[in-house]
């Protein structure tokens, strides 16, 4: 990439973590120890504890150009404009505490992994 202009756009913001569920109903019972009257005793599962928050989502990045092979790359003469990152996601703990995803990055390359 030679004598260009590369202009990117604004990182989209991450997801906000869902709420929690309730746990399910315990299944059906199997049979059970032998009494000493020969009948069988059958236990139904307990229900399922409540789940936890989804996680915040990682805000979205701004990258200007995306290579394999930096090795290879030029940017000579090259004026990148970038939007600005994305902004974590909030989400909240088992104890109702606020907890932020990460942010986004705004960066002229990036090296992706092979």
């Known amino acids: 990439m030679r004598d260009s202009e590369i202009e ?31 009948s069988a005793c059958l236990c ?30 030029t940017t000579l003469g090259v004026a990148f404009t970038l939007g600005p990152p994305g902004k974590g996601a909030i989400s909240w703990d088992q104890e109702g505490k606020m907890i932020s995803g990460e942010d986004g990055v705004a960066v002229e390359t990036l090296r992706l992994p092979e």
């Open 8 to 38: 990117t756009s604004d990182g989209g913001p991450g997801g906000d973590g869902g709420e929690a569920q309730r746990g399910g109903r315990g299944g059906r019972g199997a049979p059970g120890g032998v009494l000493e009257d020969r």
């Open 44 to 73: 139904n599962g307990g229900d399922g504890g409540e789940g936890g928050y989804g996680g915040p989502g990682r805000g979205g990045d701004s990258i200007g150009i995306a290579c394999l092979d930096e090795d290879r790359l």
